[in-house]
């Protein structure tokens, strides 16, 4: 197991004062230290700011670009790997949807700064115009980045709260800074389930293994905690994959006893990692569920070339885990209204089901359905573009702007 991030959340200003950020380096130094010391390696240190729009309240969207670039200068100068300047908060009838539109220009801008946009909120509803403005900026960044490889960072967020320690979710709910910690653990679901006798030896083992790793990774914590004063926020255990075997979590739900990830039995396999997840004791943020990201799993990528399984499975699986839609590899002339109604689809359970869910659509220009993606990327394994049906949902969107469900 690996730490995927250690995520300090905090709030900046604009212009940004750079005044804070030696004491960010001196922490991300000291967090890579002390968990390597407890044989934790660390991936990547990030950085979540407030929801920009607030940052630039003043200023406008046009600032957005130049905010971004500064924060990812500041923060390569601090031994920082990626930041977040947060979401459009645009999930109640009267959000400014203006910034939304300024989200291409900053991932053109950047190589490393993440942004996103909440469409729907328990308590609130759907907002229609704003998934649709996510529809068209996600089919802007597809055609004006290298392989659409910009919509990496970009998520559209149904039901999520500040706290999260994954990209693309992470933004910081204000005051003082505090941090997070997330995992790359899908390895210790392979490790529990080939080793089991039966189901019970199976949820003991990876149960046991999560609560043995969270105590090492709690104990580093508290440590930051006294050494800094920045408040831990929790670990957000999802099972996140690396795409090599060992690391997938598809190849541990196929060691599990499913034939093939995507056949029949895996709903149950994913609700089983999930509930081994929740009987670990440990203090949990943001997901801690069972992550699903087509591209960034080896299994699961190769699982696309046999066509095991479609969107339709994916949203299934995420009613008990509780996830999303990650790195989607789409068409490239997928229409833009049935992005919108995917982003529908994500945002409705999200509420029904009361549950956080994100979606990281990414169209491929020059691709179609059930030919192979060429990206050449550490964290990605190749797989197939995955089919659409052609068709939205047009007549819902030019009925309603904002509904309450």
Known sequence: MR???VTLGTDVSYPLYLDGFSELESFQERARSLFGEAGLEVQTVRLATQPFPEILASEGPAAAPSLAQTLETACHEHGIDYCSIGPVIAAAPDSDLSFIDAIPDVIRATEAAFASVL???QGAGINLDAISRCADIVADIAHSTPNGFGNLRL???ANCGPGSPFFP???HQ???TRFAVATEAADLAVEAFEGARDLEEAHERLRDAIEGHAGRIERVAQALEEA???DFGGIDFSLAPFPERERSIGHAIEALGVDAFGTSG???AVAFVKRAIEAARFERCGFSGVMLPVLEDRTMAERTVDGTYGLDSLLLYSTVCGTGLDTI?????????ELGAILLDVATLSLVAEKPLTARLMPIPGLKAGELTEFEFEYFANGCVMGTRGMGASGIFERGGFWRL
């Open 3 to 5: 730490i995927r991030s």
């Open 119 to 121: 469409v729907s909120e």
């Open 155 to 157: 998520a559209v967020l």
């Open 169 to 171: 979710v992470s933004y």
């Open 174 to 176: 204000g005051g003082p």
């Open 228 to 230: 800094f004063g920045f």
């Open 266 to 268: 895996t709903l149950f």
């Open 329 to 337: 590899p789409l068409p490239g002339d997928v229409a833009v209204e």
